[in-house]
């Protein structure tokens, strides 16, 4: 039982990196129909940023850990504007339904090389702000990082869901989702507010990067198999759907411990495929998705 | 005036030295992972590469000649790899090429050098079989030689650690998904077999992976006392950091990756005690090897006066001084020639590994033999002889 326990709190923690990542997806999605292929490389930049500021790479420790992550989200932020005002506005502009999607894949090749040319493309050790040591809990071990990621990843997304539903710029960024033309007509500036999106999508990539960094290694690569693995939660899950996200990041998480230990680690990214492919069989708008109807 | 006369001066040296190179370059072809996760054995072979290369040069060269290095990164994958040695054969017609640190890579590369009859000295590279892709009798020559410790003799020094020294009767295997990983479990299960035993579960993972618990539990459960690993430094790491996860610590006993720099950075404290089969110890216990060390050091400043893989680097430096005495012995740069003086090498070749005394042969393209490694371990952050 204890084993079972093990596998399911290891795919706890695995799961809700990628929640955090798919919920970033979503945030754009539903401003801008449109989605930020970087979102790996925004994890990835802030990851290194972090350790750059936290850890010795760059000649610090300048910060203790906790003070480095809202700078670290401030980064995000801005490299969220920047892939926003360089690949994505351009798209939505000339009402180019693919460019975006073109653009922001260009940009998170880019992003890696300069992040490979300043840190290298070797793995780094991010150094953990607590002990290492872990706990039991019903004989499982756990890890307090890992309980940090958890909590911190659910922290994020309800505060994100919390600013969109009481403040009054929340509430344009739902109106902007709801209608974007309705929106724009009640004097919303919807550009603005797809910009914000972004930012507000790459800063919880880059928090999500310094949260699951100490307990993996960091470095330029770690992005991409993060990124697409989050891609696939967000499209189990729904890409319109806050639960969907982390529903479906803990189910791709168990599922892939679960099939490492139980069937063959060989193939322990397979169910979660399968989930994926059935999905899109059956209900192709994710497990919590609203189903949408385009007018033509 | 004076600038006048100091740029003649240089012009004048620049004449001189050039004079004193007027005989063409020996080519000598260099390929190897210089980024990713297998760089530090690559960086560390070519640093020894070109420390041998400038203190051969030095003296003179070989036949008059100086030696030119052209290095090329592979980043450890299979097509650079092709596409390098295409580039090194046809392009810049290399004498013969030093490096490769991944057996998939020179696997798949090697038999354009094969077709060219220019010979390759395998300085890292593991894997059984990357000596005996072209053996006979369907090929009349071998161009294929290694002075790395091949994974057959690395495999039972492994498993004699495991079962023989240390008396465990219970092993779990974890290796990575390479062809590095999967041929090196091969001959551990083999190595294994001879003594009777059967590990107790066999798991692998893939390159970049960041949870190993599954992989763990299972040889937990199994009741692993130790786990022998084939894989390369960023995921060993994953390993050694996994089982402080899990609370449940055995001794990690593999191939001599478990000495490269960034399992030792990336694994910490989780590290200490994995032990390894290893050619070469960052430890001067000679003068050679001291002076050695002293040279790297001194000439390429590692972090901490740490050489990143100590064991690539002195492969890659004894490396160069092999193809050197051949070249030498054949009196020409052709390649079928220097296979044979490398068959037949009459000069003793004083290396850092070994002293090689007839290193190679028609049939035994392997410089290092069984019982010339030795079992080293990490012990804070360094490698030393284990005890």
Do not use: C
Request: hydrophobic share 45%.
């Amino acid at each position: 039982m204890d084993i079972f326990l093990q596998l399911t709190f290891s795919g706890i923690a695995l799961g809700m990196i990628y929640a955090v990542i798919a919920f970033g997806y979503q945030l754009t999605f539903a401003t801008s129909g449109t989605l930020n292929f970087g979102q790996g490389e925004a994890l990835m930049l802030g990851a290194l940023v972090g350790l750059s500021l936290a850890g010795s790479v760059m000649g610090g420790p300048y910060i203790n850990y906790w003070l480095m992550i809202p700078l670290v989200m401030l980064f995000g932020a801005l490299q969220g504007v920047v892939v926003e005002r360089i690949g994505v506005r351009p798209s939505i502009k000339t009402k180019n339904e693919f460019g975006w999607i073109m653009s922001t894949i260009a940009l998170a090749i880019i992003f890696k090389n300069v992040a490979e040319n300043i840190w290298g493309k070797d793995d780094l050790t991010f150094p953990s702000p607590v002990s290492a040591t872990p706990f039991q809990i019903f004989g499982a071990n756990v890890q307090i990082m890992q309980v940090i990621v958890v909590l911190g990843a659910l922290a994020m997304m309800l505060a994100v869901e919390m600013f969109n539903r009481k403040s009054i710029y929340g509430k344009a960024v739902v109106a902007t989702a709801n209608d974007s033309d309705a929106a724009g007509l009640m004097g919303i500036n919807t550009g603005q507010v797809v910009t914000f999106s972004y930012a507000l999508s790459s800063a919880t990539a880059a928090f999500a990067g310094v949260l699951v960094a100490p307990l993996t290694l960091t470095g330029a690569t770690m992005g991409t198999a993060l990124g697409l693995k989050a891609f696939a939660v967000a499209i189990i899950g729904g890409l319109t759907s806050g639960v969907g996200a982390i529903v479906g990041g803990l189910i791709l998480g168990v599922a892939e411990t679960l099939t490492g230990y139980y069937i063959s680690t060989g193939y322990k990214e397979v169910p979660g495929l399968l989930l994926l492919l059935l999905v899109l069989a059956i209900k192709p708008s994710g497990l919590f998705g609203k189903t949408t109807i385009k007018k033509v | 005036m004076k600038i006048k006369s100091t740029g003649l001066v240089a012009a004048l040296a620049a004449i001189v030295s050039f004079s004193t190179w007027a005989a063409d370059p020996i080519k000598v072809g260099v390929s190897g992972p210089f980024t990713g996760g297998s760089a530090p054995m690559g960086v560390s072979m070519r640093d020894g590469v070109k420390l041998a290369v400038s203190e051969i040069n030095a003296k003179g060269g070989v036949m008059g000649r100086p030696i030119a290095v052209v290095e090329r990164d592979d980043e450890a994958k299979n097509e650079r790899g092709v596409q390098i040695a295409q580039e090194l054969i046809n392009k810049e017609k290399v004498v013969a090429t030093l490096g490769y640190a991944n057996t998939g890579v020179a696997l798949a590369s090697q038999r354009f050098y094969q077709e060219a009859k220019i010979p390759v000295l395998n300085n890292v590279a593991t894997g059984s079989a990357v000596t005996k892709q072209f053996i006979g009798p369907e090929f009349a020559d071998n161009y294929i030689f290694r002075n790395a410790a091949h994974d057959t003799i690395q495999s039972a020094m492994i498993v004699d650690e495991a079962v023989v020294k240390r008396k465990f009767s219970k092993v779990a295997i974890l290796a990575d998904s390479t062809n590095y990983g999967q041929l090196g479990r091969e001959d551990l299960e083999k190595a294994l077999d001879k003594k009777g035993i059967k590990a107790v579960t066999v798991e692998k993972f893939n390159i970049k992976d960041v949870d190993m618990t599954a992989q763990l539990l299972k040889a937990k459960q199994a009741g692993a006392q130790a786990i022998l690993t084939y894989a390369i430094g960023p995921e060993l790491a994953q390993i050694a950091n996994g089982m402080e996860k899990l609370g449940w610590t055995v001794p990690m006993i593999g191939s001599w990756t478990l000495s490269m720099g960034n399992f030792i950075d990336n694994a910490g404290k989780n590290g200490n005690g994995a032990t390894m089969p290893q050619t070469f110890i960052q430890d001067g216990n000679t003068p050679k090897r001291k002076a050695f060390i002293d040279a790297y050091v001194k000439a390429y400043n590692p972090p901490n006066g740490r050489i990143p893989s100590p064991v690539s680097a002195a492969q890659g430096y004894d490396s160069v001084y092999l193809l050197a005495a051949a070249i030498k012995q054949a009196g020409t740069t052709d390649g079928p020639k220097v296979r044979d003086a490398l068959e037949n090498l009459k000069e003793k070749v004083d290396g850092v590994v070994a002293m090689y005394d007839k290193p190679f042969s028609k049939d035994d393209h392997e410089a290092i033999k069984m019982g010339m490694p030795v079992m080293g371990q990490v012990v804070d952050g360094r490698v030393v002889v284990a005890k």
